[in-house]
Structure formats: structure tokens, C-alpha cells
């Protein structure tokens, strides 16, 4: 083809496009470099179009006229000139959304994440000494309160949690597990191979289905370190199984000196099943059992900052604390700030409850559900002005995040389906609106389920629903 030549030597120079009146302007109103970048990126990509393309037709297609650039290069700046990491509608009922950053928090977490923020802070000095102190303070006490152990810490999350404790108290030595409990939690977290990146050797016993105290005890040796218990979040196994409970490892690791530890994953600080919720082990029961390290996430059932905390006997802790990784793994005062304020709600759980947006969207009574689903409903049925079939029906909420994995919270959604869009194409638009809402789509139709949506977010939902449906 001759004219993909010719095309090519059409490109306008960069220079060229810069001085387009339109893209001056840009340049006036955002950093002239990214502008720079936006235009070369531009061109860059009619190039590849050129030499792709396929037969003369596709090559007729395509316009080399520079004004034509404009709303690509406009859509770049604006593209590299917005936070990438920003706010969205979770209208998909899951309250633990690990994809959509787990908890929120409650207004008193926020508040201190802005004091500590946007203020020096106590974070390392202690106001009655005048003198350097450890930013560990500012929750273990509470931790200790709320749970009953004797220590606690807290680090990034429980997966460096875990992996401190491996290297602080069973580097170069066996640790005994369960078959039934080398969990994969997400993808890049399977509890062998941070066993194994903890310098652990990691001694396996029992079947998948059932591992018995014999099965332990047959296993310890003079390389033995720790006796491993890991809380299998995100799955159930059901029928012919057995584990070996918290308590029976305590009595044979208290026989035979050796540490128990207890992974728990979620960390449960109040009894959800009082609140018609299934069983989920809780830190405190842990503690009673006897286990010497616990170790449990801050923005699962928790409801606080993503973190990682460790809580149990006062000589562990300590060895915990004064490992090199310690320092590696430390928390940052923002998160703590967060931290400290979400554990000082336990201290009352009616409080806790009320105030910690996780446990609150988990518990909302039903006809609450109902009248903010009907609410959502008539707003959607007002802009969609007969475009817009939308119905209030019952359904099931999950809880997320690799907890309560068989819970199934019964909700009410609204399933809307739109006359000019297909469920996918529905879906999408809402994913790409200004505050981007996050649905599920279910038998061609869109699912908005309440329980994960605030109540102010209800009139931008509708917004966006508008402004999809007048495109
Ligand atoms: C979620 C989970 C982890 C990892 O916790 P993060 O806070 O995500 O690092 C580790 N162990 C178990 C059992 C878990 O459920």
C-alpha cells in the first residue's frame, strides 16, 4: 500500500498539536508536560493505527486531521490528572469488599486519621515524661482490655502478622499444621508458603478432612517451635470431619513446652451469633483457651484500618516486638490513629455496633433494608421517566472478605433493567460514572443491593442512572 506511506508522513509534528488553540489551553489550566506526553501518546498511537491497519478501507477511516486528536489528548490529561485511587458506590452487599477496600471506617476513625495527619502527634513521645515512648502504646492496652491477653501489638496486617511470628518464634525450626488447615486467602497469600517465607520448616499432619490431637503429638520432636492453628476463613468443610480444638493443642503444647499459635484471620471482638449471626471464633474465646499468640486482620469483621494484630502471652509479644521485622512491619500513625479510635468503640459494644459502619451495615434490621430499597426504587423509577424497569425484591447479602463464608444475610435489592441497554452494557456505564457505582448483574438485569449503601448515596446513584439513561 502506497498511502499507508503517505499516511505516515501526514502525522502532524508534536509542535504542531501543541499549538492548537484547544491544546494551549489545556496546557494553561494542567502541567505542560503531561500535556506534552498526552500529544505524543496520541500520535504515537495513530502510528501503530497506520501500520495496522488492515486493508485501505481501515486506513481511509482513520483522520489525520489534528482537531481530531483533541478529545483523545483532552481524555488523556484528564485521565493522568485524576486520583486513580478514589471513591465508589458499593451497591454490591458486600460489606467486607476486598476489592473495594474492605471496611469503612466510622466518622471517630476519620476524625483522628485527620488530627494525626494533618498535626504532629504523641505517636513516639510520652506527654507525662517528656521523653521518647513506642507507638504501640496507643492500642495495646485496649487490645488487652477488650480481648483479655496479657500483650498485644499491632502491624501492617495479619499477613505480616503472621509472617513475624513465624520469624520470630519458629525461623530454622518445625512448625506442626493441620492439612486440613494450609488455607489459600486470596491469591497471594497461602499459609505454607509464608510458613515457608518465615523460615519455617513446615511439618504437615492429618488428612484434609479430619486431623486428630495423636496426629500432633506424634509429630513433635526436639525441632518442634510452634503448634499452628489457622481459623479456614473462607471455606467450610461439612460431613465426615475433625479438627483438633484450640484448647485440646493448648493442654499438649503446655505439655509438651512448645507455643500454640492461633491464625484467626477475621478478628471478631464481639459474639455475632447473639445477633442471629452464624458462629465465628472469636479473639476472647481464643484467649481463654490458652493460645500464646493470636493473629487477626483490623479491616475484617473488625471494622477499623487494614492491620494486622497480635495479641497474647506477655513473653511472646515481647520477642515479637524486639525482632528486626517488627520495625519493617510497623504500622504508620494515620492507620493507628484509625486503629486506636475504631478498638476504643469496642470497649461498649452497643457502641461498637452502632458506630462501626461494618458491623452496623451487617445488622441492619430488615425493614430498614426495605424502606431504603423503596426509597431507591421510586428515585430510579422518577429519572428513568418509563425508560427504566425497577422492582424491590428479596435476596441475600455476603458478608465478604474471606469471613463467615456460608453466611447468607437476607436483603432487599433493587433489580433494575433498562429499555435501551443491555444488563452488561448497564453495568459498565454505572462502573464509568463520575462516582462510580459498583453493581451485580444477575439474569439481565442490574442488582443495587442496599445494605452496603449509605443513605446520601442514594441520590447519586440516581444521578448517574440519569445521566446513563439521556446518553
Ligand atoms: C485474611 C486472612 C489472612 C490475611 O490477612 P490480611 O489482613 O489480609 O493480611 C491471614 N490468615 C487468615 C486465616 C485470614 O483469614
Known amino acids: 500500500m502506497v498511502e499507508r506511506e503517505e499516511y505516515l508522513r501526514s502525522i502532524s509534528p508534536v509542535d504542531e498539536v501543541l499549538a492548537l488553540a484547544a491544546v494551549e489551553e489545556l496546557a494553561e489550566n494542567n502541567p505542560k508536560a503531561v500535556v506534552t506526553q498526552a500529544v505524543r501518546t496520541v500520535l504515537a498511537e495513530l502510528r501503530r493505527s497506520i501500520l495496522e491497519a488492515k486493508d485501505e478501507e481501515r486506513l481511509k477511516a482513520l483522520s489525520l486531521e489534528p482537531a481530531d486528536l483533541v478529545p483523545l489528548i483532552t481524555d488523556l490529561v484528564s485521565e493522568v ?5 478514589r471513591r465508589v458506590i458499593n451497591a454490591t452487599g458486600v460489606v467486607v469488599h476486598t476489592n473495594l477496600g474492605r471496611s469503612i471506617l466510622s466518622p471517630l476513625a476519620v ?10 502527634s504523641t505517636l513516639e513521645f510520652d506527654l507525662k515524661e517528656g521523653k521518647r515512648s513506642n507507638r504501640q502504646v496507643h492500642i495495646e492496652d485496649l487490645l488487652v482490655t477488650i480481648t483479655g491477653a496479657e500483650s498485644a501489638m499491632a502491624v501492617n496486617n495479619n499477613a505480616a502478622a503472621v509472617f513475624l511470628a513465624l520469624s520470630a518464634l519458629a525461623n ?4 506442626i499444621i493441620s492439612r486440613g488447615e494450609l488455607v489459600e486467602i486470596g491469591g497471594s497469600f497461602r499459609i505454607p508458603d509464608v510458613m515457608v517465607a518465615g523460615g519455617a520448616i513446615l511439618c504437615e499432619v492429618g488428612t484434609t478432612n479430619k486431623t486428630h490431637l495423636k496426629d500432633f503429638d506424634g509429630a513433635i520432636g526436639p525441632e518442634t517451635a510452634l503448634l499452628l492453628k489457622v481459623h479456614t476463613s473462607n471455606f467450610a468443610m461439612r460431613g465426615f470431619t475433625a479438627e483438633v480444638p484450640l484448647k485440646e493443642l493448648v493442654e499438649l503444647g503446655a505439655k509438651k513446652n512448645i507455643p500454640v499459635m492461633h491464625d ?5 471482638l464481639i459474639d455475632l451469633a447473639q445477633y442471629g449471626l452464624s458462629y465465628e471464633p472469636g479473639v476472647k474465646e481464643s484467649v481463654l483457651a490458652g493460645a500464646d499468640i493470636i493473629t487477626f486482620s483490623g479491616d475484617k469483621l473488625l471494622g477499623g484500618p487494614q492491620a494486622g494484630l497480635i495479641v497474647g502471652k506477655k513473653d511472646f509479644i515481647e520477642r515479637l516486638k524486639g525482632h528486626p521485622l517488627a520495625r519493617a512491619l510497623r504500622l504508620d500513625k494515620m492507620t493507628l490513629a484509625a486503629l486506636e479510635e475504631t478498638l476504643r468503640l469496642y470497649l461498649d459494644p452497643a457502641q461498637a455496633i452502632k458506630e462501626i459502619p461494618t458491623l452496623n451495615m451487617m445488622l441492619t434490621p430488615q425493614a430498614e433494608l426495605k424502606k431504603r430499597a423503596d426509597g431507591l426504587a421510586k428515585r430510579l423509577r422518577e429519572v428513568g421517566a418509563g425508560r427504566l424497569n425497577a422492582q424491590v425484591m428479596a435476596d441475600h447479602s455476603k458478608v465478604g472478605g474471606g469471613a463467615l463464608p456460608l453466611e447468607e444475610l437476607p436483603t432487599f435489592v433493587v433489580s433494575a433493567a433498562a429499555e435501551s441497554l443491555s444488563a452488561a452494557a448497564f453495568e459498565a456505564a454505572l462502573r464509568r460514572a463520575e462516582t462510580p457505582v459498583i453493581v451485580r448483574v444477575k439474569d439481565e438485569r442490574v442488582i443495587f443491593d442496599v445494605r452496603t449503601i449509605q ?3 442514594i441520590a447519586e446513584i440516581a444521578e448517574a442512572v440519569q445521566s446513563i439513561l439521556n446518553l
Open 172 to 175: 530454622g525450626k518445625e512448625v
Open 455 to 457: 443513605r446520601s448515596e
Open 264 to 268: 484467626l484471620g477475621s478478628g471478631v
Open 81 to 85: 490528572m485524576s486520583p486513580s485511587l
Open 111 to 120: 476524625d483522628a486519621v485527620l488530627s494525626v495527619a494533618s498535626n504532629y
